[in-house]
Antibody, heavy 123, light 108 residues
């Protein structure tokens, strides 16, 4: 069974750094893309970026480029989302999801989702 | 960036009825469209990919259609567990995938 288990909720202050995680199991972690999605309180879904753990190829949505860093450690089947300096506007639920596709590069939908990590940034 | 526009924002429907949700892309995305369902306090769930292929375990009452810029999700006979928010997402424009703003399906 494919599972993605995310790290627990975080409460941070503005300016602090943070790294949340997403551990995959039940499939070959190195050979499937992992995407990250933001959902601000009461709002819709926003695509952040995606990583291929096998070689750490990463791409970002223009809206999130330079704002976050996506990484992965295939040795422990875990992907990460990191902030170097949090802002109050980073308060949101963050989801990781395993991407699937038709075999052609660049066409991936999100088939399996983690349970989400709630990040609260408040002074 | 490809803008995905869903309509209506909210849809009030009675259980047992048939309903159709719409999603429009600002430019052609071929059939590279997915639909997701999200219930309160839960992660989204994949319903449809490739515009019309049901994901594993999704009931046959859910169907998707369309290509290019116009897409629909149809639920043939609404069950109580179907009341949720539905999102479309284009995955044609790598790496700038985008979601629609969502349609909330509520009980009439």
């Amino acid at each position: 069974e494919v599972q993605l288990v995310q790290s627990g909720a975080e409460v941070k202050k503005p300016g602090e750094s943070l790294k949340i995680s997403c551990e995959g199991s039940g499939y070959s972690f190195s050979t499937s893309w992992i995407g990250w999605v933001r959902q601000m309180p009461g709002k819709g879904l926003e695509w952040m970026g995606i990583i291929f753990p096998g070689d750490s190829e990463t791409t970002y949505s223009p809206s999130f480029q330079g704002q976050v860093t996506i990484s992965a450690d295939k040795s422990i089947s875990t992907a990460y989302l990191r902030w170097s300096s949090l802002k109050a506007s980073d308060t949101a639920m963050y989801y990781c999801a395993r991407a699937s596709g038709t075999g052609s590069y660049g066409y991936y939908y999100l088939e399996y989702w983690g349970q989400g990590t709630l990040v609260t940034v408040s002074s | 960036e490809i803008v995905m526009t869903q309509s209506p924002a909210t849809l009030s429907v009675s259980p047992g009825e048939r309903t159709t949700l719409s999603c429009r892309a600002s430019q052609s995305i071929s059939s590279n469209l997915a639909w997701y369902q999200q219930k309160p306090g839960q992660a989204p769930r994949l319903l449809i990919y490739g515009a019309s292929t049901r994901a594993t375990g999704i009931p046959a009452r859910f169907s998707g259609s369309g290509s290019g810029t116009e897409f629909t999700l149809t639920i043939s006979s609404l069950q109580s567990e179907d009341f949720a928010v539905y999102y479309c997402q284009q995955y044609n424009n790598w790496p700038s995938y985008t979601f629609g703003q969502g349609t909330k399906l509520e009980i009439k």
